[in-house]
């Protein structure tokens, strides 16, 4: 018989990828959701599906009963009750591995590191709000109960993504990018594209939550991200070369950026200075990730296939094209 899977969450973009992660190591895999943007796997013999509110302690309690995970992956766990309510209730799983994130960390390090770099603290008020700011911190709470849980006994870790993208990325951030190199000739970015906002290629981050599930230590926080950084820029190029497209990257200086009207963190992906994570704790349990040429090639291709242009997300092109002609000294 297979091991039984439970992904809280699992339809829109990290938990979708994992149930097909998932699925082709051979687990019998059932979704938790609330059943409201759709299920992608509905006609898969092999995938069930439980509706309910994560929130609630009485619906993760039934879908427990309904499943007996032996696996449960917690993709959309947003605030630290939400984890200390999963740890208790799946607390006899084999393993319940926590989706925190690489903005845990409070501290600069190049790289950061699961054991050294200092995380948020987190005040209670943060513990319970929803905002972008309490973000971080959230995460890092999250992170500390799952350690207290694993003191209790739980199989109970954590693994920390960096910036995700890929397909069925909903966010579009990257999508930006990838619309611009498909639509334009020249493509603006933030001074010299050497920006450094280290990311991971989502089907990275679902074998990572397997691997940690299957070869984790209880109450260890494992970083995921590509195991090769490369730069805004380069982002760019590797686009190009996968919509078999030329493009000319065009640096901007602060005088350009001013001229037009435009912050540098109004683009996406773009970091004042370096965010960069160690990745070496995860390869220890024979995690890999997949080659930056591969990653872009498989989301350039599946944004423009699914129409996401993430436009919403940066300046719009009369802006970037004013910005270009400052750069150029309005030629």
């Known amino acids: 018989m297979s091991d039984t899977a439970l992904v809280v969450g699992g339809t829109k973009f990290i938990g979708r990828h994992t149930v097909e992660e998932l699925l082709a190591h051979d687990y019998r895999v059932t979704t938790f959701t609330r059943g409201e943007s759709g299920n992608p796997f509905e006609d898969r013999?092999?995938?069930?599906s439980v509706h309910g509110d994560r929130t609630d302690r009485d619906a993760l309690e039934t879908a427990r009963d309904a499943v007996d995970p032996d696996i449960v992956i917690d993709t959309c766990a947003f605030q630290p009750a939400d984890v200390e309510a999963a740890t208790e209730v799946f607390a006899d799983a084999d393993a319940y591995v926590y989706v925190s994130s690489g903005s845990a960390y409070d501290a600069p390090d190049v790289p950061?590191?699961?054991?050294?770099?200092?995380?948020?603290?987190c005040t209670p008020e943060q513990a319970t709000d929803d905002t972008v700011e309490s973000y971080g911190p959230r995460k890092a709470e999250g992170d500390r109960v799952v350690a207290r849980a694993a003191e209790d006994g739980v199989n109970a870790m954590a693994v920390r993504p960096m910036l995700v993208y890929g397909p069925h990325d909903y966010t579009e951030r990257f999508a930006y990018w990838t619309d611009r190199v498909a639509e334009y000739d020249e493509v603006a970015v933030p001074f010299d594209g050497d920006?450094?906002?280290?990311?991971?290629?989502?089907e990275d981050v679902a074998s990572a939550l397997r691997v940690v599930a299957e070869e984790?230590?209880?109450?260890?926080?494992?970083?995921?991200?590509?195991?090769?950084?490369?730069s805004l820029g380069r982002s760019l190029e590797l686009a190009a070369d996968a919509l078999d497209t030329d493009v000319d990257v065009v640096q901007t200086g602060p005088a350009d950026l001013d001229a037009a009207g435009v912050e540098p963190t109004d683009f996406p992906l773009y970091t004042p200075t370096p965010a960069v994570v160690a990745t070496e704790k995860l390869s220890a349990l024979g995690w890999e990730s997949t080659p930056p040429e591969e990653a872009v090639a498989a989301t350039a291709q599946a944004h423009r296939e699914?129409?996401?242009?993430?436009?919403?997300?940066?300046?719009?092109?009369?802006?970037?094209e004013a910005l270009i002609d400052a750069a150029r000294g309005g030629d």
């Open 45 to 48: 013999d092999s995938v069930d």
């Open 112 to 121: 950061m590191r699961e054991d050294e770099t200092t995380l948020h603290d």
């Open 195 to 202: 920006s450094l906002l280290h990311r991971v290629f989502v």
């Open 216 to 230: 984790g230590e209880a109450g260890e926080a494992y970083n995921v991200a590509d195991r090769n950084t490369f």
């Open 306 to 320: 699914h129409g996401r242009d993430g436009t919403v997300n940066g300046p719009d092109r009369e802006t970037e």
